[in-house]
């Protein structure tokens, strides 16, 4: 039961190339950054993966982008990552925008074996209706009237259905081979606690991942958590990396305000 790896080159090591991936975190709030390091240093490429958004230029998923270790990308916000706009813009990137609501419940669905479900969210848009660009052909730039070239694929019209007269679209879940997830304390046996606006994404993600990996900033043993306070039952985690203190205290601030 003891689900603890003792680093993170260890806890990634198997993952291969073109493999998919969902990543927990809003901006950089949540982030797994010691597990998206790790990958970054092992290499692997040709990854397809499932985030909110894609990190910023310099922190989170925006390490592997400029990489070019990413190839698609399912999300629902571009943030500030002017690097994920320019390779989507220029059709070197696929990119599946999506609610966010959707994309949350796509996960939670996945995680859940429910293989697809029908929501209000995107009906009367392309959303349902296809036709929104998922990659631009080659060469195109962000000057260009169309905001960046000529569509190289578009994404599908899904089915639309009424149900007691409200018409709803048909949402399929999501499942991936890995999931990074970061918790603020978890047990070897890989239950885990988010704070606060950390737990938006990050437990949805662990359920979709056949295989998740969890940085936890505060180890502790089995039983030491209360089971009202855990947010994630250890069914959905396969690795545990315990966080040292530099690592745990590593939580880049997306963007700076200071109010008068």
């Not at 662990?206 to 030491?224: F, K, Q, S, Y």
Request: proline fraction near 5%.
């Amino acid at each position: 039961m003891d689900k603890t790896v003792a680093t993170a080159e260890e806890a990634v090591a198997d993952i291969a190339d073109e493999s998919t991936l969902a990543v927990g975190g809003f901006g950089l709030c949540g982030v797994p950054e010691t597990l998206i390091r790790a990958l970054h240093a092992q290499g692997a490429h040709g990854l397809e993966v499932v985030s909110n958004n894609c990190g910023t230029d310099n922190h989170g998923l925006g390490i592997l982008l400029a990489d070019r270790r990413i190839t698609r990308v399912t999300g629902s916000y571009v943030g500030e990552n002017k690097e994920f706009a320019r390779q989507y813009l220029t059709g070197e990137l696929e990119v599946e925008l999506t609610p966010q609501g959707t994309l949350a419940e796509r996960l939670r669905a996945g995680g859940a074996g429910i293989p697809a479900f029908y929501t209000p969210a995107g009906v009367g848009t392309q959303v349902a209706e296809g036709g929104l660009p998922w990659r631009y052909a080659a060469g195109g730039t962000s000057q260009t009237e169309s905001g960046g070239g000529s569509v190289a694929v578009a994404s599908p019209a899904k089915e639309v259905r009424g149900f007691n007269g409200v018409t709803y679209v048909l949402e399929r879940a999501i499942t991936t081979d890995y999931a990074f997830v970061r918790a603020t304390r978890g047990d070897r046996h890989g239950n885990l606690v988010f704070d606060k606006s950390a737990r938006n994404f990050n437990p949805l993600v662990a359920m979709a991942g056949r295989i998740t990996l969890a940085e936890v900033e505060e180890l502790v043993e089995p039983g030491e958590l209360d089971p009202d306070e855990i947010h994630l039952p250890g069914v959905f985690v396969q690795r545990v990396l315990a966080l040292d203190p530099g690592q745990a205290a590593d939580k880049p601030i997306e963007k700076r305000t200071v109010l008068a």
